[in-house]
DNA sequence: TCTGGGGTCCTAGGACCC
DNA sequence: TCTGGGGTCCTAGGACCC
């Protein structure tokens, strides 16, 4: 059976975010930054029109927002991680089989409704705005790389209303005529360049080449790329509930650090956080990579970058074992000297807990016990109470990496003291209503 | 002065094993 | 002069995605 492929994506992801509760943002150019307000990662429509980059450094950018008037905002991950939920939430609630995809992006198969797969589509659409607040574009295709390409279209030209579907469309061949390879979802900027040596400049000059060259010279994820552009799926839509592989956790500083002890605390932190999210997955890993680098971008400073992996003798989750054996690596890789900018942690050769490969070094039962019931104490009251309210000592006491987000807005949907107001009245200053309707204040289950 | 974080998959080469 | 065949694992790097 032809499979229908949707790729439902969130407009301006994070911009769309902070518009559902400030109306003011409407039809003004507005960008969110990176951690540290480093870089542009969010732009609105009105902010791409004046030519800002994504991935931009804000810095260079300043002049730029200055004169339009940019509204600027640190990234608040509180709220657009909420924000997700209630997205996903609101499609889950209206397909049976879907796939998330990233923070703003869900696919979904269409197929088996009474309704055509575009007219369903809108459908969705309107629903996820009224009860989400978040605009959606809609791209479906036989294939979920065609179902991208068509996303494009509907997300680029208002006159599709937000929807496309390129499957058996007339005008297929147009539409891929109007996509440059670069835009091809698997195609980046070495294979788009290599692509224009050969005078290959968009998706329909890519369909039309021979396997086999494709394949040599792209390997076999391009040669997937091309069969599901000519229609063919190779992409399935895959389990929700995959585990990862890797978990990453890593930081650039605000300022830098040059000590080994200050070093230490800040890779805790990471280790910690990891080792969170591994929990979370009812995993264990076999494998931890340390890795630190100093800042990229001061040539006139010395430079070192460095990552080791360890293979541990025993899978484990277990916080305080996964620290150590951090540290370890860290005062390896650790040259004094050097003024470091960022480290992370990568935790590795993940199995579920419940197939655990047992070997000679893995604790005694009562011992594995014992610290599954403190890793469980830990999780329960951090989840309650809040992120570090229980932390290993080697963490540290006083926070002294301090992010820079100078520009944040309020925790609208997930802190009691940040609510938005709608109007004060008796008790103090107005905060004006921020929401594009009521509904976007309700949570889903609610609406 | 200031340049993010978290993932996936593929390939090549070296060390090592029988 | 001639020097096998078939594996695994690890590291490093590249390319891509959001």
Redesign the pocket.
């Known amino acids: 059976m032809t499979r229908i492929f949707a790729l439902v994506d969130c407009n301006n992801f994070y911009v769309s975010c902070e518009r559902v509760f400030d109306p003011k943002l409407k039809d003004v150019p507005v960008v969110v930054l ?3 307000d ?2 542009v ?1 969010a732009r609105s429509n009105e902010a791409k029109a004046l030519g800002i980059r994504m ?1 931009a ?1 804000a ?1 260079k950018c300043k002049d730029l927002f200055e004169r339009h008037g940019v509204r600027v905002f640190s990234s608040n991950y509180s709220l657009y991680g909420d924000m997700s939920a209630r997205v996903m939430n609101c499609l889950g609630s209206l397909v049976p089989d879907m796939k998330i ?2 923070i ?2 869900a696919f979904l198969l269409l197929n088996n409704f009474s309704e055509s797969p575009e007219t369903f589509a809108r459908r969705i659409r309107q629903t996820v705005l009224r009860w989400a607040g978040i605009p959606v574009s809609i791209g479906i295709g036989p294939t979920k790389t065609l179902a ?1 390409i068509a996303n494009r279209f509907a997300k680029k030209h208002p006159e599709h209303g937000g929807v496309l579907d390129l499957t058996n469309n007339p005008d297929k061949a147009s539409y891929l005529k109007q996509t440059p390879t670069e835009d ?9 360049l290599f692509l224009r040596s050969y005078n290959i400049r968009n998706a329909l000059d890519f369909s039309r080449q021979a396997r086999d060259w494709v394949k040599s010279k792209m ?3 391009g040669l997937q790329t091309l069969l599901e552009i000519q229609g063919i799926p190779c992409l399935s839509l895959e389990d929700s509930f995959v585990p ?9 500083f605000g300022g830098c650090v040059g000590s080994l002890d200050q070093l230490k605390e800040a890779l805790a932190c990471y280790v910690s ?1 990891a080792a969170e ?1 591994l929990r979370w997955q009812r995993a264990l890993c076999t494998c931890i990579m340390v890795f630190i680098h100093t ?1 990229r ?2 040539k006139d400073h010395p430079q070192h970058s460095c ?1 080791r ?1 360890l ?1 541990l003798l025993h899978s484990t989750d277990y916080t305080p074992l996964l620290i150590r054996n951090a540290h370890d690596i860290l005062e390896k890789i650790y040259r004094p000297g050097h003024e470091y ?2 480290a ?1 942690v990568m935790l590795s050769g993940i199995e579920p807990r419940l197939e655990r490969q047992l070997t000679f070094f893995t604790p005694p039962k009562i011992r594995r016990i014992k610290e599954r019931k403190l890793m469980e104490a830990m999780d329960r009251i951090n989840s309650r109470w809040g992120r570090g309210t229980l932390k290993p000592a080697a963490m540290g006491t006083v926070k002294k990496r301090k992010m820079q987000r100078n520009l944040l807005s309020p925790r609208y949907t997930t802190s009691w003291h940040e609510l938005p107001v709608v109007r004060a009245g008796w008790h103090g200053q107005a905060r004006i209503p921020a929401a594009r309707s009521i509904d976007a204040l309700m949570p889903v289950e609610m609406s």
């Open positions: 990176s951690n540290n480093g870089c990662i991935g450094p810095f995809y990233s703003d992006e991208k091809i979802w698997g195609i980046g900027g070495k294979h788009s390997t076999v994820t990862n592989k890797t978990i990453i956790s890593s930081r650039s956080r999210k800042n971008f001061r990552a992996q293979r900018k960022k992370g």
